[in-house]
């Protein structure tokens, strides 16, 4: 006559396979998986989450590193809650079209920018960054001193960076520095100085027009001639 096992299970089991530490079913809280000899894994299973090293507070949770061989893929949001994050891939590429920095800013006091490492007579560092001192924008290249949440201006190597680019729109404040080419437009206030260069537009003063003339000729043209209208030439 057969035995019936129904709503039976088996007590004990082979010593090399694995089972629930108190040879209890899988239920919805996470217990230590071990062998039959009493040897315990790293290994934490409940029917709904699975932990390496640790009670899993989530589906999948593991206390220490952990590498993916392959692609992973993250339908949701990625916290990192490091203080570095390392990418090292070739390229890098941002579906948005505006990168927020300085997210946890909660005052004026930290320089926000992006900056880049090169070797040229040792390691240096080059960038552009708003200065949270005077609310400026700046370029910079030859640093010795990583930046950290300010730029140090005063470091070694420290030198303002040049741009290349064309300028639309009013410029507001005193240039300061050599102007090179044609300046065609209004020129209103301020002190105009220099040695050479082209103007051609209206220069308004509502002051003393000066030409020092001690070492060069200053000459007036007709516009649409080109005509010498009038010269002064240094020692007249």
């Known amino acids: 006559m057969a035995t019936s096992y129904t709503g039976l299970r088996v007590q004990d089991t082979y010593n090399a396979i694995i089972k629930i530490g108190d040879n209890?079913?899988?239920?919805?809280?996470?217990?230590?998986?071990?062998?039959?000899?009493?040897?315990?894994?790293?290994?934490?299973?409940?029917?709904?989450?699975?932990?390496i090293g640790i009670t899993p507070a989530?589906?999948?949770?593991?206390?220490?590193?952990?590498?993916?061989?392959?692609?992973?893929?993250?339908?949701?949001?990625?916290?990192?809650?490091?203080t570095l994050t390392y990418?090292?891939?070739?390229?890098?590429?941002v579906e948005?079209?505006?990168?927020?920095?300085?997210?946890?800013?909660?005052?004026?006091?930290?320089?926000?920018?992006?900056?880049?490492?090169?070797?040229?007579?040792g390691t240096k560092y080059k960038g552009f960054f708003n200065d949270a001192s005077d609310d400026k924008f700046k370029l910079f290249i030859g640093t010795t001193v990583e930046p950290t949440t300010t730029v140090d201006i005063t470091a070694s190597g420290y030198t303002v960076g040049t741009l290349v680019a064309n300028l639309e729109g009013n410029v507001t404040g005193n240039v300061t520095g050599n102007v090179?080419?044609?300046?065609t437009g209004n020129v209103t206030g301020g002190t105009?100085?220099?040695?050479?260069?082209?103007?051609?537009?209206?220069?308004?003063?509502?002051?003393?027009?000066?030409?020092?003339?001690n070492d060069t000729t200053f000459e007036i043209l007709d516009a649409g001639t080109n005509a010498l209208q009038m010269r002064v030439v240094a020692g007249d």
Do not use: E, M, W
């Open 96 to 121: 948005d079209p505006i990168i927020k920095l300085a997210k946890d800013n909660t005052a004026n006091t930290l320089d926000i920018g992006l900056f880049g490492k090169y070797v040229a007579t």
């Open 58 to 82: 989530y589906q999948f949770h593991t206390s220490g590193n952990a590498k993916i061989g392959g692609n992973l893929i993250v339908s949701g949001n990625l916290t990192v809650n490091g």
């Open 180 to 183: 090179t080419g044609n300046l």
């Open 87 to 93: 990418l090292n891939v070739q390229d890098l590429a």
């Open 24 to 51: 209890s079913n899988l239920t919805g809280t996470a217990k230590l998986l071990s062998d039959g000899l009493g040897n315990d894994s790293p290994l934490y299973l409940s029917s709904t989450r699975l932990g």
């Open 192 to 213: 105009i100085s220099g040695t050479t260069g082209t103007f051609t537009g209206n220069l308004t003063t509502n002051g003393t027009f000066t030409v020092n003339t």
